[in-house]
């Protein structure tokens, strides 16, 4: 991270996060493509149309989209199935290397966190609760149960964080590690900092011109802490 980067960080009073990727990797307890399978399989025995299109799709939040264009009446049950997958696996994710140090770096300077993601709410609250974190989220905005199409890059999820922490937009910043965080949070005027976890991702987020791009949550936990002989500053008005 450069020098301007971490000033830009650090200039920030409130934080979004994403969940899957920055915190722990939502999946790793029941694979992605797995999940999508399943979804789709039991969809199917239910009497949904499965397309071949949709049939080789690996992403369960896209499987989700595409139940509720073709079987919006068991939106509900879609829901319900990807939520209980996310439930269950996220009892054997590890958090990301650096992301707590972050949310205590956050939380020693008085910058409060709210999860923003497309997982389901009560998956977050599993995995905060599992590792002992809950304490130093400031509240959860997860997937709502309604519609799919509420998820990012529509502005809905943000715009509940925004109102939560009465911030103006261009003093939080939003971290996520997909191009629907950068989107919408460029769309709200938030500022964004691009985890970029695997290969080709930092590139990308380069040319979406991300305020900033980081390969290592640890980079901007030590943004935030900045440290004075020895001791962290908090966040001054």
């Known amino acids: 991270m450069s020098p301007e980067e971490a000033s830009m960080v650090r200039r920030a009073r409130a934080v979004m996060l994403d969940f899957d990727g920055p915190v722990c990797s939502a999946f790793a307890g029941y694979p992605a493509p797995q999940v999508a399978r399943d979804m789709l399989a039991r969809s199917r025995e239910a009497g949904v149309p499965v397309s071949t299109s949709a049939a080789a799709e690996t992403d369960p939040m896209e499987v989700l989209r595409y139940l509720f264009t073709v079987a919006p009446e068991r939106q509900a ?29 956050c ?31 400031d509240a959860v905005f997860g997937r709502s149960r309604v519609s799919p199409e509420l998820m990012k890059p529509h502005p809905h999820l943000l715009g509940l964080a925004l109102e939560h922490l009465s911030t103006d937009p261009a003093d939080c910043l939003m971290v996520g590690d997909s191009a629907t965080d950068i989107e919408v949070a460029q769309t709200m005027g938030v500022p964004t900092v691009a985890y970029a976890d695997r290969p080709g991702k ?21 943004a935030i802490a900045l440290r004075t002989h020895g001791k962290s500053r908090p966040l001054t008005n």
């Open 77 to 105: 049950e879609s829901d319900q199935m990807l939520r209980d997958a996310e439930v269950l696996s996220v009892k054997q994710a590890s958090a990301t290397p650096g992301a707590v140090d972050f949310m205590r770096a």
């Open 107 to 137: 939380q020693t300077t008085g910058r409060p966190i709210v999860i923003v993601s497309n997982n389901a709410p009560e998956a977050v609250t599993t995995f905060l609760e599992k590792e002992g974190l809950s304490d130093l989220i």
């Open 202 to 222: 930092a590139e990308r987020f380069r040319l979406m011109n991300s305020d900033a791009v980081i390969n290592d949550m640890h980079e901007i936990a030590m």
